[in-house]
């Protein structure tokens, strides 16, 4: 099993709207028949700094999942409102699951 960390930091003055796009993401993600990411709110580092967590079986579940995400406009086009929020682009980070 794998975590999929994502970490966004928005532009000065747009952490609220980030916020709230970062949870429909995430309700479109489930919506779409993916596991729902956990969303994290920074209480350190830079301010406003948001972060999601999605647990998949393997790597290659998550890479086949791209292609299914990248077609599906319900996710996309949240994302594309996401993108012009953000300071740079998100960070991904994929941890293995180690019991």
Same mark, same amino acid.
């Given at each position: 099993?794998?975590?999929?960390?994502?970490? %966004?930091?928005?532009?000065? +003055?747009?952490? #609220?709207? /980030?916020? =709230?796009?970062?949870?429909?993401?995430?309700?479109?993600?489930? $919506?779409?028949?993916?596991?729902?990411?956990?969303? %994290?709110?920074?209480?350190? +580092?830079?301010? #406003?700094? /948001?972060? =999601?967590?999605?647990?998949?079986?393997?790597?290659?579940?998550? $890479?086949?999942?791209?292609?299914?995400?990248?077609?599906?406009?319900?996710?996309?086009?949240?994302?594309?409102?996401?993108?012009?929020?953000?300071?740079?682009?998100?960070?991904?980070?994929?941890?293995?699951?180690?019991?």
């Amino acid at each position: 099993m794998i975590a999929v960390r994502r970490t %966004y930091l928005p532009k000065p +003055g747009t952490g #609220g709207k /980030l916020n =709230t796009l970062v949870k429909q993401a995430c309700d479109a993600m489930q $919506e779409a028949g993916f596991n729902k990411p956990t969303l %994290y709110k920074a209480w350190h +580092g830079s301010h #406003g700094a /948001l972060q =999601t967590e999605q647990l998949w079986d393997s790597i290659s579940d998550y $890479e086949l999942s791209r292609v299914t995400v990248r077609k599906t406009p319900e996710i996309t086009s949240v994302f594309d409102q996401i993108y012009p929020l953000l300071a740079k682009t998100h960070n991904t980070e994929i941890f293995e699951i180690s019991n």
